[in-house]
């Protein structure tokens, strides 16, 4: 069974950083483009920062400068380090996992900044 995990969110102030963790069970993990994605309330979901297989990154203008997404194919994992936290980063993250069209989420965890 594919399955997602994500962990590592929480309550954190501005200025402040978070480790998300997801965690792949069941698939190629090392094939896949590995990403994240956030939802703010009343707001469309949206990429945060992707990672292929080759390793290349893309991030959200938003991200750019201080989220950091890797992945350890050893461990089935993908991490997005989130650093200088700002309120509007408040969401639902989830990790998304994309082959040949196929795509996996996550539950969700989630994230909020105060001011």
């Known amino acids: 069974q594919v399955q997602l995990v994500e962990s590592g969110g929480g309550l954190v102030q501005a200025g402040g950083s978070l480790r998300l963790s997801c965690a792949a069970s069941?698939?190629?993990?090392?094939?896949?483009?590995m990403g994240w994605y956030r939802q703010a309330p009343g707001k469309q979901r949206e990429l945060v920062a992707s990672i292929n297989s080759s390793g290349s990154t893309n991030y959200a203008d938003s991200a750019k400068g201080r989220f950091t997404i890797s992945r350890d194919n050893a461990k089935n994992t993908v991490y997005l380090q989130m650093n200088s936290l700002k309120p509007e980063d408040t969401a639902v993250y989830y990790c998304?996992?994309?082959?040949?069209?196929?795509?996996?989420w996550g539950q969700g965890i989630q994230v909020t900044v105060s001011s």
């Open positions: 069941g698939m190629f993990f090392s094939i896949r483009t």
């Open positions: 998304n996992s994309r082959y040949v069209g196929i795509e996996t």
